[in-house]
């Protein structure tokens, strides 16, 4: 079936099977930032922008997504780039598998919240999975750049 | 899972149709439903109905089968009439892009064991809205066989005086393997049980006699099963913590950490 949406800003029509998710829908549009970790609904690596929200792209259905507006790492490039350099400071990735996730999901979570704790930095975070860190580094990472993102808005 | 078809109805009654047929399956969140092992003719997504909505009714609020369990979570209204209940109950769930697409009537209708939110509207003395069904009280419907109908809302009565929720999880985002949720109604004090691991269930519904002796008397009448995640005896031990602890903050309209 044929879905039309807007992928980071450009409108897109793409013809798939009435079972495919978003996430393959993203994956044949050549987003390869978009991963699928766990088959369960549970890991974050698929994170997209829906709409605006953070969503697992891996549970939604593609047809559902028409009239869409998504966004995945690939559209926001720039707005990355401070959170990637935090996180290579702090050693905060070794396989990088899941980044792209974590990273969609920290930028959703810089836009929905102002200035949040470390325990609602942590709530908002729960839902992307990493199997090397160990999570601290990636702590470290993201409460720099909530701050300097903060300095950086005055 | 496998789908021949995708239909967006755009009245409960075209979706109603669609769903008479057994190959067929209504689509909500599609969280658990895609793990499923089954091959769908057509999958009846119930986005196009408008059933995404929180509103507040006859003193209480009509929560939209649609409406996500992150909206459930942040919202205003909900917060202030049931003392921040939702959040405590459906912010450890898996994440908040899991919440963001999950919703309200896909829990409740699929009568999930796991679900928190259905153990917390039970608790509140919710009533479920389907198309051919009318209305009806959660609690019926939870002891309900599966019919072939469209869910399309819940109501939640006001009033709560206090709400408490507590859930037990080996690990944070993890199904719970007990949920408790208590609240101070017009009626009396009503705590469900959820997680048992089978479907949440009314420990009591009118209770103005609230003591150590009826406690101990309504979980010893309470059935509780053993899955991957605890035994039987264990959740009836944890049992009688977590409603001590649900009980004492929807009394005292505090919320005390698990």
Known sequence: MRIELTLNGQRVCADMPADATLYELLRAQGMKSVKCGCETTNCGLCTVHLNGRPVLSCSQLAARCAGAEVVTLEGLQDEAQLLAQCLADEGAEQCGFCSPGLVMNVLAMAHELRSPTPEQVDRYLAGNLCRCTGYMSQRRAIAKYLKMREEGAR | ?258
């Not at chain 2, 066989?145 to 009033?159: E, T």
């Not at chain 2, 009626?187 to 009314?202: I, S």
């Not at chain 2, 004492?248 to 919320?255: P, S, V, Y």
């Open chain 2, 1 to 258: 899972m496998t789908i021949r078809e995708y239909a967006r109805p755009e009245t409960a009654e075209e979706a109603w149709q669609l769903c008479q047929k057994r190959q067929n399956v209504v689509m909500a969140g599609n969280m658990w439903l895609r793990m499923q092992r089954r091959a769908v003719g057509t999958a009846i997504d119930l986005s196009g109905l408008g059933l995404d909505f929180v509103r507040e009714r006859d003193g209480g609020f009509e929560l939209g089968a649609m409406a996500t369990l992150r909206e459930l979570e942040t919202h205003p209204g909900l917060e202030a009439a049931y003392a921040g209940a939702f959040a405590r109950a459906l912010s450890p769930i898996v994440g908040v892009q899991f919440r963001n697409t999950a919703t309200v009537g896909g829990s409740v209708f699929a009568r999930f064991g796991f679900s928190d939110v259905a153990t917390l509207l039970l608790a509140l003395d919710a009533r479920v809205r389907l198309y051919k069904g009318g209305e009806m009280p959660l609690e019926a419907f939870q002891r309900a066989p599966f019919a072939r109908d469209i869910l399309l809302s819940v109501f939640v009565p006001g009033g709560a005086q206090g709400v408490g929720y507590h859930a037990m999880r080996r690990s944070a985002t993890d199904f719970p393997v007990l949920a408790v949720a208590a609240a101070q109604t017009p009626g009396g004090l009503r705590v469900a049980v959820g997680a048992r691991p089978a479907r949440a269930q009314l420990l009591c519904a009118q209770e103005r006699e609230w003591s150590d002796a009826r406690r101990a008397e309504q979980l010893q009448g309470m059935a509780f099963g053993s899955n991957m995640r605890a035994t039987a005896d264990y959740r009836r031990a944890i049992a009688d913590v977590l409603v001590r602890r649900a009980v004492r903050d929807a009394m005292e309209g505090k919320q005390d950490a698990d």
